[in-house]
């Protein structure tokens, strides 16, 4: 079981990137997948999660600026990250659940992070002002 990110890289204030979060060796539905990220000094914390059935939460650091997604049948999440800015520099983790949903937006307040259950290695985002 892996998941493994991409599409980091740096930009300057404004411009967007993608992320992209490929899981592989799953041999049942993964229930719940997420971006997370850790500045340098700070506490990991939830940026957007998704669930099987769709439902979604931002942030609100990042709402109206970021947009989470998944295509189920190729276990693949991604993350539209527009109007970008140097808070938003960090180190993007993926994270999966496999044994159900979780609450999205508890998710990101930091609750039920005891439950996932994978993660990625991270891909370094880095915005310049």
């Known amino acids: 079981v892996q998941l493994v990110e991409s599409g980091g890289g740096s930009v300057q204030s404004g411009g967007s990137l993608r992320l992209s979060c490929a899981a592989s060796?799953?041999?049942?539905?993964?229930?719940?997948m997420g971006w997370f990220r850790q500045a340098p000094g700070k506490e990991r914390e939830g940026v957007a999660s998704i669930n099987s059935d769709g439902s979604t939460c931002n942030a609100d650091s990042v709402k109206g600026r970021f947009t989470i997604s998944r295509d189920n049948a190729q276990n693949t999440m991604y993350l539209q990250m527009n109007s970008l800015k140097p808070e938003d520099t960090a180190m993007y983790y993926c994270?999966?659940?496999?044994?159900?949903?979780?609450?999205?937006?508890?998710?990101?307040?930091?609750?039920?992070?005891?439950?996932?259950?994978?993660w990625g290695q991270g891909t370094q985002v880095t915005v310049s002002s």
């Open positions: 994270a999966a659940r496999q044994t159900g949903s979780l609450p999205v937006c508890a998710v990101n307040s930091g609750r039920y992070q005891w439950a996932i259950n994978y």
């Open positions: 060796g799953f041999t049942a539905t993964i229930y719940y």
